[in-house]
């Protein structure tokens, strides 16, 4: 279902199994060095998410190759299947394919009562589509315009087994999550909260 041009929301698309294989996946990623951590904004604040990074690590704002605001470990590699499934995914909502390896993973954990301010998505020096899987907790997501972080928006719901794929006229657009519906993961998941997984091209030189 496109939503907006270039965006293209795929609900129900991973299997009970893939979930589960990709929380697995996320609690070994979860474990230090280069684990789960707060992020910090320049300005002081702490996000009420907590995040991880495979292949490149995200920090306000920019990628680097260690964890240059955390532990200094160096980042965990990205792993090639999560690249395969990102390509599968944008050939699936009818996008043109990348044209460069997707490099980067962003892990985002939301408990009960956290929440991501409207935003872009500017660090990537990559026009090529963010492809986002959802497990756990459903959401309520908030998908604006590229010209401003205000009205107008469309308000979606997000549920675990989602994916979404954002590309060309709506790789720019502001966006958020405004909350999450806590006890509305799928019980037999295992998980309190909610995962987002975000993957990307960077764009940087290997
Ligand atoms: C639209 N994550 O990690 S996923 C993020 O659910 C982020 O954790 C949210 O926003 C989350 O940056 C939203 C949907 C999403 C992700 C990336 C996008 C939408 C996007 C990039 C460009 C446009
Ligand atoms: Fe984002």
Known sequence: AEVAPGAVHLPGRLTAEQQRGLLADCRRWALPPAGLRT???PRGGTMSVRQLSLGWHWYPYGYARTVVDGDGAPV???PPELGALAEQLVAEAGLPP??????VALINFYPAGARMGMHRDSDERSPAPVVSL???DSCVFRFGTPESRGRP???TELRSGD???FGAASRLA???VPRTRPGTAPAALGLTGRLNITLRVSGLSP
Not at 98 to 103: C, H, R, T, V
């Open 39 to 41: 992020v910090t904004m």
């Open 76 to 78: 965990k590699p990205f």
């Open 98 to 103: 990348a044209g460069a390896p997707y490099d």
């Open 134 to 136: 959802s497990l756990g």
């Open 153 to 155: 928006w469309r308000d």
């Open 163 to 165: 994916a979404f794929v």
């Open 174 to 176: 502001y966006h958020g």
